[in-house]
């Protein structure tokens, strides 16, 4: 009976862990790896929620124009492994990120470095080991 268990159980992790997996596999073929944005501008906007955190951001453009963008981070619980936290990234404040844009053209993007402006990076993108990736 306890073999039994095992075998199941490790059949279920085995399971769920492609699934999570797959799953963010799509990352590249949402996103571009080969077209790195670094931005500087005002969180407005904080969702610290599952299946991924993000924020949105607001860029002023030469002219004045006003860009929002949509970045898109790993699960909290992951975020946590590289140093962010839901006090982390805060509304009103000045941040720069370095991310992936939609290879759509919108102004969704998947983070890959927070700069903070005391100077402090957190590598958001190796919190789902895309350490691999450019």
């Known amino acids: 009976?306890?073999?039994?268990?095992?075998?199941?159980?490790?059949v279920f992790l085995s399971v769920v862990s492609a699934a999570t997996?797959?799953?963010?596999?799509?990352?590249?073929?949402?996103?571009?790896?080969d077209k790195e944005v670094?931005?500087?501008?005002?969180?407005i906007q904080v969702q610290?929620?599952?299946?991924h955190a993000s924020f949105v951001i607001d860029l002023k453009e030469a002219g004045g124009k006003v860009v929002s963008w949509q970045v898109e981070l790993a699960p909290p619980h992951l975020l946590s492994n590289?140093?962010?936290t839901r006090d982390t990234i805060a509304v009103s404040?000045?941040?720069?990120?370095?991310?992936?844009?939609?290879?759509?053209?919108s102004h969704i993007a998947t983070g890959r470095m927070l700069k903070f402006p005391n100077g402090k990076q957190?590598?958001?993108?190796?919190a789902l080991g895309w350490k691999q990736f450019p």
């Open 1 to 10: 009976m306890k073999i039994r268990f095992a075998i199941l159980a490790a």
């Open 21 to 33: 997996i797959a799953a963010h596999h799509d990352v590249l073929a949402k996103f571009d790896s």
């Open 38 to 43: 670094t931005i500087t501008g005002t969180v």
């Open 48 to 51: 610290w929620q599952n299946p």
């Open 82 to 84: 590289v140093g962010v």
């Open 93 to 105: 404040s000045s941040l720069t990120v370095t991310m992936w844009p939609a290879r759509d053209g």
């Open 122 to 126: 957190l590598k958001v993108g190796d």
